[in-house]
């Protein structure tokens, strides 16, 4: 499963729950809203769904997190902060692409360096 943005979170809270998923990558994912909101100083999103309390049942999925270093949206610390709650760095792995922001320099990177294949020591 792949997830941008708010599709991050949706990609692992879909991930949460099935049994069939190889691997997971989110791009620039929306992984911890109540952290984020709390820290940007904006409203909660009550009702919703948090990821980061689906984190721990995902030990043992191959994943990686990608961030973008100059993304002022969801800053770097949501995937790092995501990836250290699943408890598995055997598996779960946080990536910053630095020359990255929220929407701007993805495409360059995956020309020139491409995905990371998550997958389990």
Same mark, same amino acid.
């Not at 929306?30 to 952290?35: C, F, G, I, K, T």
């Not at 999103?45 to 961030?67: M, N, R, T």
């Not at 990536?95 to 995956?110: I, R």
């Given at each position: 499963? +792949?997830?941008?943005?708010?599709?991050? !979170?949706?990609?692992?809270?879909?991930?949460?729950?099935? $049994?069939?998923?190889?691997?997971?990558? %989110? +791009?620039?994912?929306?992984? $911890?809203? +109540?952290?984020?909101?709390?820290?940007?100083?904006?409203?909660?999103? /009550?009702?919703?769904?948090?990821?980061?309390?689906? #984190? !721990?049942?995902?030990?043992?999925?191959?994943?990686?997190?990608?961030?973008?270093?100059?993304?002022?949206?969801?800053?770097? /610390?949501?995937?790092?902060?995501? %990836?250290?709650?699943?408890?598995?760095?055997?598996?779960?792995?946080?990536?910053?692409?630095?020359? #990255? $922001?929220? =929407?701007?320099?993805?495409? =360059?990177? /995956? =020309? %020139?360096?491409? /995905? %990371?294949?998550?997958?389990?020591?």
């Amino acid at each position: 499963l +792949v997830g941008y943005s708010g599709g991050g !979170a949706v990609a692992i809270l879909l991930a949460a729950r099935r $049994d069939d998923v190889d691997s997971v990558r %989110t +791009v620039a994912g929306y992984l $911890d809203h +109540v952290a984020l909101n709390k820290a940007k100083g904006v409203a909660p999103l /009550w009702g919703s769904l948090d990821p980061i309390k689906e #984190a !721990a049942s995902l030990a043992g999925v191959p994943q990686v997190h990608y961030s973008g270093g100059r993304d002022k949206v969801i800053p770097r /610390w949501v995937g790092t902060s995501f %990836t250290k709650t699943v408890g598995d760095s055997a598996c779960a792995r946080a990536v910053t692409v630095d020359q #990255a $922001d929220h =929407e701007f320099g993805w495409k =360059e990177f /995956w =020309e %020139t360096e491409g /995905w %990371t294949r998550p997958a389990c020591n």
